[in-house]
């Protein structure tokens, strides 16, 4: 069986907090390519709701090796 992969912010691939780098790492997609469409559909949406979000995931999800 394989070991899941659980939501925790990444050390080793964050620009800000790691947020974006650790839901691309669990789904297994390119953290470049998803940072930039999270940027152009914040940008789109008047930016203060993709800011928000972000900042609600930063508190939400645990970093990468906290217990």
């Known amino acids: 069986m394989a070991a899941t992969r659980t939501l925790v912010r990444v050390r080793n691939d964050r620009v800000l907090a790691g947020v974006v780098g650790g839901i691309a790492a669990r789904f297994g997609w390119n953290a470049t ?6 940027v152009l559909v914040s940008a789109l949406s008047a930016a203060f709701p993709g800011i928000l979000v972000y900042l609600i995931l ?3 999800i645990p970093e990468e090796g906290a217990a």
Do not use: E
């Open 33 to 38: 390519l998803l940072r930039v469409v999270y």
């Open 58 to 60: 930063w508190l939400l």
